[in-house]
């Protein structure tokens, strides 16, 4: 009981403290050599976290940062790969309910029920040679 609180409790401080230090400002400064050889339109863009057509996969990484999983999609134009950004808030774990209660073998033994919600993304960009080849975004 104490370690499933103690994990989701875990996992909320560390999604909180990635999210603070995880934006497009400190990815520049960290590598200011990649920005420097985008276009001045992609350099908006990853100012504002924003991506587009043809952006190099650098540009990409510095205005999302690096992707949850990485898939790749093979079809008849060739191979593709497709980076996943989940929503953080869907892969979270929820103690439901905890308590004592077993009428059966012990009358005050500990329950404790979990749930997971599924991930889902909230963005996923194809990239092909390098270069992105289309985006899809969850539409609210």
């Not at 934006?23 to 520049?28: D, E, L």
């Not at 504002?48 to 093979?74: D, F, H, N, Y």
């Amino acid at each position: 009981m104490y370690n499933v609180r103690l994990q989701v409790i875990l996992t909320l401080l560390a999604t909180l403290v990635l999210a603070a230090c995880a934006t497009p400002a400190t990815r520049i400064k960290d590598h200011p050599d990649r920005y420097a050889a985008l276009t001045p339109e992609q350099q908006t863009l990853v100012r504002q976290g924003q991506v587009a057509l043809g952006m190099p996969a650098a540009a990409v990484e510095l205005a999302l940062g690096k992707p949850s999983s990485i898939t790749e999609r093979t079809d008849s134009k060739g191979e593709v790969q497709v980076w996943h950004y989940a929503d953080p808030q869907s892969s979270l774990t929820a103690v439901s309910y905890s308590g004592l209660y077993d009428p059966f073998f012990f009358p005050f033994a500990p329950v404790v029920v979990s749930t997971t919600q599924p991930t889902r993304d909230l963005i996923r960009v194809y990239l092909n040679a390098g270069k992105v080849t289309a985006i899809e975004r969850e539409m609210k």
